[in-house]
């Protein structure tokens, strides 16, 4: 199986998995609970990183951070705009995940907005304890129709 295709097919299972698991959630009122769980356990994985990067030029975090939405968008739908040396916008116009969202969802027959994905990141990334608050960062993200609109907001080194 061709490289492409084995990542489609995964990329494929973890939206399936994550809309399985929120509309399960969502159904047991449990959903925000969930979220502060995931959390948790994102924040044991990035914790590394995170003290990695601590010591860089905040446009550089930035880059990082952004470099690593390519593990699920692809390139060419990323759009990086520089406000200033510490701000920086970040838009996915027409984003796979939302994209693969919507057909997962009908496919499996389930009773959730495939925007699910993006209302976890808002929530996960807006959370007090996401590891982006220790390097003093500002996320915020907007909803659009097909896709987000992510502002970085750099702490003054």
């Known amino acids: 199986m061709p490289c492409s295709e084995k990542y489609d097919q995964l990329f494929n299972y973890y939206v399936l998995e994550n809309a399985a698991n929120y509309s399960y959630h969502k159904k047991q ?3 925000n ?5 995931t959390l948790e356990a994102y924040r044991g994985m990035m914790g590394p990183m995170v003290e990695m990067v601590k010591g860089l030029p905040p446009k ?4 990082q951070l952004i ?19 510490r701000e920086a916008v970040m838009r996915f116009k027409n984003c796979d995940i939302l994209r693969r969202s919507r057909e997962v969802v009908e496919k499996a ?4 907005d495939p925007k699910f994905f993006c209302e976890m ?17 500002e996320l ?9 609109k992510w502002t970085f907001k750099l702490p003054k080194s």
């Open 33 to 37: 609970k969930w979220l502060d769980h």
């Open 60 to 63: 550089q975090v930035a880059s």
């Open 29 to 31: 009122g449990t959903l």
């Open 109 to 112: 027959g389930l009773d959730v």
């Open 67 to 85: 470099y690593m939405q390519q593990m699920m968008q692809p390139a060419k739908e990323i759009e990086v705009d520089w406000i200033s040396d």
């Open 140 to 148: 915020t993200c907007e909803l659009e129709e097909n896709g987000c």
């Open 121 to 137: 990141d808002k929530y996960r990334h807006a959370h007090l304890r996401h590891p982006i608050r220790e390097l003093g960062m």
